[in-house]
């Protein structure tokens, strides 16, 4: 909140994950200690479906942010696009030229997301059954959003992206059964593990992936 309250600028991949990982992959930390992690490995996983979740809303909501006053799009990737110098433009109407650019800029984001997406999938198997379904249906409404913008070709101009409730129904069923299809692996993998009565070790190497 104070990074968006102060209009901090995201210069490089770098600062906008950290951005991220302040916003959102700290909420899956804690939901380490809410549903019952077992292994300090998996925190890593968690905070990376968090950064993951938060880059597909920043593709999202870019139209909307900019109305906002903000742009978390990183510099150096608009600047590899074309559109180096947007950051400044901030507080008129988004700029038409602009629109090409902006969409290379956040299919490239996209690309990003989906590799901490994979990241949090390593470990789903470390969430009992009713966790591991919860956190695989967000997952996989999240990362279906940024399939529907990639449908509107990144385009930023083209309308809210969403999901709809049929749709949801349809990814929490996938999830459900993908939690079943992958009971062994959860077994083995908490199997003699019991959930420590300490506090949690900072996993140090969240950022980079």
């Known amino acids: 909140m104070e990074m968006d309250v102060r209009g901090r600028r995201y210069d490089t991949m770098d600062d906008l994950l950290d951005y991220c990982y302040h916003v959102a992959g700290c909420v899956g930390l804690m939901m380490c200690h809410v549903m019952g992690v077992r292994r300090n490995e998996a925190l890593k996983n968690a905070a990376h479906l968090g950064i993951a979740m938060q880059l597909t809303n920043i593709c999202r909501d870019v139209s909307e942010d900019w109305g906002l006053d903000r742009l978390y799009l990183p510099d150096e990737m608009l600047a590899r696009h074309g559109a180096g110098a947007l950051g400044e433009r901030r507080g008129s109407p988004f ?24 990241s949090g999938d390593e470990g789903l198997t470390d969430l009992d059954w009713r966790s591991a379904l919860a956190i695989r249906t967000a997952r996989s409404v999240y990362s279906s959003i940024g399939s529907r913008i990639r449908a509107q070709r990144c385009d930023p101009l083209a309308g809210r992206a969403y999901t709809t ?8 069923f996938k999830a459900c059964l993908a939690a079943l299809g992958d009971a062994p692996s959860r077994a083995a993998a908490t199997q003699g593990v019991r959930i420590p009565d300490r506090v949690y070790r900072f996993p140090d190497d969240i950022l980079p992936l």
Do not use: N, S
């Not at 700029?95 to 994979?118: F, H, S």
């Not at 409730?165 to 929490?172: D, I, S, Y």
């Open 95 to 118: 700029p038409e030229d602009a629109r090409g650019p902006v969409a290379a800029a956040i299919e490239e984001l996209l690309d990003e997301a989906e590799r901490y997406y994979r």
């Open 165 to 172: 409730t049929a749709h949801k129904l349809r990814l929490a």
